[in-house]
């Protein structure tokens, strides 16, 4: 057999095995989605992330944990406050805010060194449960057809809850339920709105900001949240888009 023949013969055995794996993790995917429609979640593709990035630093200490709670075991104003805080459009879109989205993109051409994000709680839950951080078009792209699955197959509530058990909120800690129990000693179930709104409020980088010493930026940004909450109109606000 010539080179050029085996060369031919590796590179089609290669698309081969690359389509394979492509297919294999796209039936991951969709499988989860249909799954965790309905199943707890037992971890996310962050949780996974963090564990074997501190494992591979020598942090042996480090143990990324969860504890999945019902949307019933989850105080009402713990989604309100999320919502006020990420995305207060979420009841009403399809996935994607794109009118935020425009006014991001307007924003980070001005200002190349202060990038704006305008993640939907859908798109931050996809991102979340599937994916991995960074900026790059890849991850965006995957994000961006993952989300529009999920809005299909998941409801409103479902978004919520998954984004509420496994939202990062701290070294280690993810969810509402595990927050509520190492910063407040107490579940989910009973945290009050100001509690809620200082987990919201560290939401955009709860291993810089937190919750048991909380900067000034942060009660500023807890304090936005508790006017937003208000504004938003409470607790009717979730029961008015049947988010309860």
Same mark, same amino acid.
């Given at each position: 057999m010539s080179k050029k023949r085996r060369a031919?013969?590796?590179?089609?055995?290669?698309k081969r095995w690359v389509l394979r794996a492509l297919l294999a993790v796209l039936a991951f995917w969709l499988g989860g989605i249909v799954l965790f429609s309905f199943l707890?979640?037992?971890?996310?593709?962050?949780?996974?992330? $963090?564990?074997?990035?501190?494992?591979?630093?020598?942090d042996f200490r480090y143990v990324a $944990?969860?504890?999945w709670v019902a949307m019933d075991d989850i105080a009402p104003v713990m989604a309100l406050a999320v919502m006020a805080a990420e995305d207060q459009k979420f009841p009403h879109h399809s996935g994607f805010d794109f009118t935020a989205i425009s006014s991001a993109l307007q924003h980070n051409d001005r200002n190349p060194g202060r990038v704006r994000g305008a993640s939907t709680l859908s798109q931050q839950t996809v991102k979340n449960l599937f994916l991995w951080d960074g900026r790059s078009w890849l991850r965006k792209g995957l994000e961006a057809g993952l989300t529009v699955a999920t809005e299909l197959v998941w409801s409103k509530r479902r978004i919520l809850t998954v984004y509420l058990n496994i939202a990062e909120l701290g070294p280690g800690i993810f969810g509402v339920e595990m927050a509520a129990r190492h910063y407040f000693n107490k579940p989910a179930s009973r945290l009050t709105a100001r509690e809620a709104a200082l987990l919201a409020a560290v939401l955009p980088n709860p291993i810089r900001f937190n919750a048991s010493a909380p900067s000034g930026y942060v009660i500023q940004r807890q304090q936005w949240i508790l006017r937003q909450m208000r504004l938003m109109g409470g607790e009717t606000f979730l029961q008015t888009n049947r988010l309860r």
């Open positions: 031919s013969g590796a590179v089609g055995w290669l707890p979640v037992p971890f996310s593709a962050v949780m996974v992330d $963090r564990q074997l990035s501190a494992w591979l630093s020598g $944990r969860s504890d």
